[in-house]
Nanobody
Framework: QVQLVESGGGLVQPGGSLRLSCAASGFTFSSYAMRWYRQAPGKERELVARITSAGSSTDYADSVKCRFTITRDNAKNTVYLQMNSLKPEDTAVYYC????????WGQGTQVTVSS
């Protein structure tokens, strides 16, 4: 059974940092690229960051470039998203998924950036 469990979200002040984790199970994690997405209230889900299966290459949305870092630990079947210099517009529910994506998504983790 495939599971994607996101964690690490919370309430943080502008300029702060958070580290999100996504624990994956039920598939061969090390064989797939992984992606982080986010969905803000009233908006469509958007791709934030992606990483290749071996972790050798990453790519980011322009809105988070130089502030967010995606990494993975294939021994732990976990992908991470380090978020620095957070802004109010980063407020959203954050999700992970493999590529190509599963039809079903995890519960996500809420990130709220507010003073």
């Amino acid at each position: 059974q495939v599971q994607l469990v996101e964690s690490g979200g919370g309430l943080v002040q502008p300029g702060g940092s958070l580290r999100l984790s996504c624990a994956a199970s039920g598939f061969t994690f090390s064989s797939y690229a992984m992606r982080w997405y986010r969905q803000a209230p009233g908006k469509e889900r958007e791709l934030v960051a992606r990483i290749t299966s071996a972790g050798s290459s990453t790519d980011y949305a322009d809105s988070v470039k130089c502030r967010f870092t995606i990494t993975r630990d294939n021994a732990k079947n976990t992908v991470y998203l380090q978020m620095n210099s957070l802004k109010p517009e980063d407020t959203a529910v954050y999700y992970c998924n493999r590529y190509p994506p599963f039809a079903s998504w995890g519960q996500g983790t809420q990130v709220t950036v507010s003073s």
